[in-house]
């Protein structure tokens, strides 16, 4: 049991319409009540839960600030805790004075992400729900949020949660097979162990293979701009990034070095790079910035090869032609000046023919973007795992379960298999948050704000 009553502010800091005063804890009503006094007379102790009253908060008599406090009573509350939360005018000076008097009358200041730790301690949430909570704060697009939403509403709890229940079984079983190895007994025999591990190491590796795209989608693609110098990168770069990010003049070879600019996409994040142009050169400095340039182009997930539409095809075109592979999208850049690259060269590839000095074509360019992410492979609805923490839980289950799977193949003890089960088991388990240590829990709510 938490004895401990801790407080802090949990909208963020600055000018706003309102500023909101959370208290949570066992004494969180009787605290709330010293530092609140209702316009009607009533105290806060007297109210059910999901109440609110409207009244001023006070320090020492002296009036802080108009407030509603809003009451929740245990176990329904976010926390599972009493809690108190005064909606006072936004302001910084007005919100940290309120904390103060409540500091003052009795709660301790909260930890960051104090508040959802509690809620996980109490049994409100699991730790992939916990997770998805900082994980809806910082989404960077749509995608990223609708797939930490579907964590907080316990997508991956219901599908990991029916693993357990699986490997439970089978455990069970296994000792009872172990135990009494001749008896028939309904269910249990190699074959269905044997279907049983293939069906929950499908799903375990589903989860595995989905993890890289959609940690891609939600942190932002990589997304390479690359080509001779002189091609129009810079241009191109302006015109996805609808901001002056790239220094564009006639002089070829302006850009000397990588310049990175985030891009909403639809509902995707990209992460542009506009690179040095990609030549032959004893130059060291630009030698060095057309090594960069290879190595985006070999890092990214997306490359986007620009070419000068209105001139033929050179010798530098072509070392970047073999260079390339399926992730990327040829576009023909000053179209608008006619055609003279033997398009001929690019057969087999998404080609995309633009002016990105007039912009246009880009919105072409765009959409060939949106179709080689391929983000339509991933329902947002799925269990998709969010951070590193889960996929290494996700991970170590599969190869545990895959060497027990192993195990029974080559005939090795069922003991040796049922350890290996066993191991599978405890990795999820620890994803939930049903078995974890102290060190871990502390680590994932360090990442918090306070007041969350």
Same mark, same amino acid.
């Given at each position: 049991m ?6 802090a502010? %949990? ?5 706003g319409?309102i ?12 605290i ?8 009607t007379? +009533?105290?806060?102790?007297?109210i ?5 009253l ?8 002296s ?8 009451v929740f ?17 936004g302001? +910084?000076? @007005?919100?940290?004075?309120?904390l103060?008097? @409540? ?13 959802t730790?509690r809620a ?15 994980n ?39 000792? @009872?097979?172990?135990? *009494?190895?001749?008896?028939?007994i ?8 044997h279907?049983s ?7 375990l ?10 940690? &891609? ?5 990589e997304c ?25 003049t006639d ?5 000397r070095?990588v310049? =990175? ?7 995707? #994040?990209l992460?542009?790079s506009? #690179?040095?142009?990609?030549?032959q050169t =004893? ?15 070999d ?18 075109d +072509?070392?970047?032609i ?9 576009v023909l850049?000053? %179209?608008?000046?006619?055609?003279k ?9 998404t080609?995309?023919?633009i002016s990105?000095?007039n912009?246009?074509g880009?919105d #072409? ?8 992410? &391929? ?9 998709v795992?969010?951070?590193? +923490? ?11 379960? *895959?060497?027990?799977?192993?195990a ?5 003890t ?17 994803? #939930? ?18 007041? &969350?």
């Open positions: 938490i004895d401990k009553t801790v407080a502010i %949990s909208t963020p800091p600055g000018e319409g500023a909101v005063i959370r208290i949570s804890g066992p004494e969180a009503i009787v709330a009540d010293k530092s609140f006094r209702s316009y007379g +009533r105290f806060l102790s007297e059910k839960g999901y109440s609110a409207y009244g001023e908060v006070v320090s020492e008599n009036v802080i600030d108009d407030a509603v406090a809003t009573r245990a176990p329904k509350s976010f926390t599972g805790e009493n809690t108190v939360e005064f909606s006072v005018h302001g +910084r000076l @007005v919100a940290k004075n309120v103060r008097a @409540v500091i003052k009358n009795g709660a301790c200041p909260a930890d960051r992400g104090e508040f730790k996980f301690l109490n049994g409100k949430i699991d730790l992939t729900k916990a997770e998805s909570i900082i809806i704060i910082n989404a960077k697009n749509e995608i990223a949020l609708k797939i930490s939403q579907a964590a907080k509403n316990g997508r991956i709890s219901k599908e990991i949660d029916s693993l357990i229940e699986k490997l439970l079984e089978l455990s069970a079983s296994f000792s @009872v097979y172990a135990d *009494y190895p001749d008896d028939e309904e269910n249990l025999n190699p074959e269905n162990f279907s591990l293939d069906e929950i190491l499908c799903k590796k589903n989860m595995i293979d989905t993890f890289d795209l959609g940690k &891609k989608l939600c942190d932002g693609i390479a701009i690359i080509g001779k110098p002189n091609v129009g990168k810079s241009t191109l770069m302006n015109a996805l990034s609808r901001t002056e990010r790239s220094i564009v002089i070829a070879g302006t850009t070095d310049v =990175d600019s985030a891009v909403v996409l639809g509902d995707t #994040t992460i542009l506009d #690179t040095a142009g990609i030549h =004893d130059d060291i400095v630009e030698k060095a910035g057309v090594d960069r340039s290879f190595q985006k182009l890092s990214a997930m997306i490359v986007i090869a620009v070419f000068d539409a209105s001139s033929p095809l050179d010798d530098d +072509r070392i970047i073999d260079s390339i592979s399926d992730n990327a999208i040829i850049n000053k %179209s608008d000046l006619g055609l690259a033997d398009i001929s060269a690019f057969k087999g590839m080609v995309v023919n990105a000095k912009n246009q880009i #072409t360019l765009s959409e060939a973007i949106l179709a080689k992410i &391929k983000a339509d492979r991933l329902d947002s609805d799925d269990a795992l969010i951070n590193d +923490r889960q996929f290494n839980c996700v991970n170590r289950a599969y190869e545990s379960l *895959y060497e027990a799977k192993t029974m193949e080559n005939h090795v069922l003991d040796a298999v049922g350890i290996c089960i066993d191991d599978s088991l405890k990795a999820l388990l620890e994803l #939930t948050g049903r078995r974890v240590t102290n060190e871990v829990s502390d680590e994932i709510f360090s990442r918090f704000c306070v007041g &969350k």
